[in-house]
């Protein structure tokens, strides 16, 4: 079997009246929303597994990544 590495970049921003959605320019179809960041995490696997399935692929996810992207600008003293 010939085995890939995908890289699937998530976006993941708090929704105005609560929860948090997530979803990716990467994978087709995948947008989430959830009341809180621990039911998003607990489902995110599921739904990439299966989308990345109906797109005829196995797939088991072998590392996680968390990265910030802070905007910044000088303190005016």
């Known amino acids: 079997m010939n085995q890939q590495l995908r890289i699937v ?3 993941i ?3 105005e009246g609560g ?4 979803w ?14 621990e039911a ?3 489902e ?3 739904k990439i597994a299966s ?5 005829g692929f196995h797939s088991k ?5 968390h990265q910030f992207v802070v905007e910044v600008s000088p303190i005016q003293g």
Request: hydrophobic share 50%; proline share 2%.
């Open 40 to 42: 998003l995490f607990a």
């Open 61 to 65: 996810i072998v590392r996680e990544i």
């Open 19 to 22: 929860g948090v959605r997530a």
């Open 13 to 15: 921003a708090n929704v």
């Open 24 to 37: 990716s320019d990467d994978l087709a179809g995948l947008s989430l929303t959830c009341p809180n960041y």
């Open 44 to 46: 995110l696997t599921i």
């Open 51 to 55: 989308l990345l399935e109906q797109q």
């Open 9 to 11: 970049t998530i976006r």
